[in-house]
């Protein structure tokens, strides 16, 4: 049965979910513009990619396995979002507008689905980290972060992978970066009238989902060591 507190808290969580759906939703759409036609954001965001997909693997891996830390099967998801992150900045040096000017819209679709799901994933858990920082300063005594278990951590994955494909899909098949320059604008407005109701959604239903599962665990007294968390 589904509990008042539950119905409250999820309207919250989900309404803030889909804030947050829709930035991220314009985020990423203007990044993946910003790479596609200017040279020094492509290079300040393969440089970008790399280093981040560096410091995840390297937190992943300098904790020991066990012993209140991640386990083996913890570690996986997070280690091929780094290596995924890792591939998109490579692919931020070589995706410079004239070098794929004569490539189809489809041709180009994979390209900016990679880049699409590693600038959805790094924006998405930054803000989680930055949500968990600010709930942390403001609660007076110590309480649960707000995605803090695997169960979580997990949603958050998926979502942020399906959120950044279906972006990085419709940025390439509308092929917004070919766009001439006074186009690019309206190119892009175009696009967010089909990415924001995604975002929006998406972000909704993974804010309801992930304080479903917290008041779960609560109830159930299955809590997860924090340092899967501190992997992110």
């Known amino acids: 049965m589904v509990s008042p507190n539950l119905i409250f808290n999820g ?5 803030v979910g889909v804030l947050l759906g829709i930035i ?4 990423v759409n203007c990044t993946l513009v910003e790479i596609s036609i200017s040279s020094f954001f ?16 390297w937190r992943i891996f300098s904790q020991e396995t066990g012993d209140g830390g991640p386990t083996s099967s913890q570690k996986k998801p997070l280690a091929a979002f ?23 819209a489809i041709a180009k679709v994979p390209l900016y689905v990679v880049l699409g799901t590693a600038v959805a994933f790094a924006l998405t858990f930054s ?9 942390g300063f403001l609660q007076v005594s110590i309480a649960k972060p707000f995605v803090e278990s695997a169960s979580q951590v997990y949603v958050v994955l998926a979502t942020a992978l399906v959120m950044g ?16 320059s006074y186009q690019i604008r309206l190119a892009l407005l175009r696009e967010e009238h089909y990415c924001y109701p995604i975002g929006a959604v998406l972000g909704g239903g993974v804010g309801f989902a992930n304080e479903y599962i917290r008041e779960e665990e609560e109830h159930c007294g ?5 340092g899967f968390d501190e992997d992110i």
């Open 11 to 15: 309207a919250a969580s989900g309404f």
């Open 24 to 27: 991220i939703s314009l985020i």
């Open 42 to 57: 492509s290079l300040y965001f393969g440089i970008l990619f790399i280093v981040v997909g560096g410091i995840i693997l």
């Open 82 to 104: 780094a290596c995924l992150i890792i591939l998109s900045g490579v692919i931020c040096f070589t995706l410079e507008q004239q070098w794929y000017h004569g490539m189809s």
């Open 127 to 135: 803000v989680v980290d930055l949500v968990n920082y600010i709930l």
């Open 165 to 180: 494909g279906i972006y990085g899909l419709i940025f390439g098949v509308m092929d917004v970066e070919d766009e001439v």
């Open 222 to 226: 299955a809590g997860l060591p924090n």
